[in-house]
């Protein structure tokens, strides 16, 4: 049974940061590409970091120089850090993995009061 599970949201206030975690279970974690995604209230899911099986990350232009995707095989956790966190990157943040088919977290919420 596939598991991926979050950690590391939470409420705090603009310009502040936040790491987020996602551990996953049943697959075989090295060999799968890993990414983030988030969903605001009202709006659609959106992809906000990917990291692939070599490690190299990908962005999404908004968060761009402030967020950080890494990966840790052998600990089978996928990593996101949040810098600078602005009140448009409120949402919950969701961790994917895509290793034959697609799974995903249940999600963390992440509020940024300005």
């Known amino acids: 049974q596939v598991q991926l599970v979050e950690s590391g949201g939470g409420l705090v206030q603009a310009g502040e940061s936040l790491r987020l975690s996602c551990t996953a279970s049943?697959?075989?974690?090295?060999?799968?590409?890993m990414s983030w995604y988030r969903q605001a209230p009202g709006k659609q899911r959106e992809l906000v970091a990917s990291?692939?099986?070599?490690?190299?990350?990908n962005y999404a232009d908004s968060v761009k120089g402030r967020f950080t995707i890494s990966r840790d095989n052998a600990k089978n956790t996928v990593y996101l850090q949040m810098n600078s966190l602005k009140p448009e990157d409120t949402a919950v943040y969701y961790c994917?993995?895509?290793?034959?088919?697609?799974?995903w977290g249940q999600g963390t919420q992440v509020t940024v009061s300005s």
């Open positions: 994917n993995a895509d290793y034959v088919q697609v799974y």
């Open positions: 049943g697959i075989i974690f090295s060999l799968s590409p």
């Open positions: 990291i692939n099986i070599g490690g190299r990350p």
